[in-house]
């Protein structure tokens, strides 16, 4: 059965940080592009960031370049998605999904950010 198991949310302040961990199983997880995805109430999802297993260099949406960190633990099977200075329009639920011609999706965290 395939898993993906997103923790790490929260509510943070502005400028806060936050760590981001999807576990795997269930499919090969080292041959997967792993990716994070959010979705923020009313918007339709947007890709965060991406790691490719050609390679391993990840890609960014321009909001959040500089500021988050995409990382995969291949022998742990858990990607992370470090967040630093965040602002309140990265609040939204975060979805880790792992693809090779199929996309597995996980269960979201919710992120939120206020003061």
């Known amino acids: 059965e395939v898993q993906l198991q997103a923790s790490g949310g929260g509510l943070v302040q502005p400028g806060g940080s936050l760590r981001l961990s999807c576990a795997a199983s269930?499919?090969?997880?080292?041959?997967?592009?792993m990716s994070w995805v959010r979705q923020a109430p009313g918007e339709e999802r947007e890709g965060v960031a991406c790691?490719?297993?050609?390679?391993?260099?990840?890609n960014y949406k321009d909001s959040v370049k500089g500021r988050f960190t995409i990382s995969r633990d291949k022998a742990k099977n858990t990607v992370y998605l470090q967040m630093n200075s965040l602002k309140s329009e990265d609040t939204a639920t975060y979805y880790c999904?792992?693809?090779?011609?199929?996309?597995?999706w996980g269960k979201g965290t919710q992120v939120t950010v206020s003061s």
């Open positions: 999904m792992g693809r090779r011609g199929i996309a597995y």
């Open positions: 269930g499919f090969m997880f080292s041959r997967y592009a």
């Open positions: 790691l490719s297993t050609a390679n391993n260099y990840p």
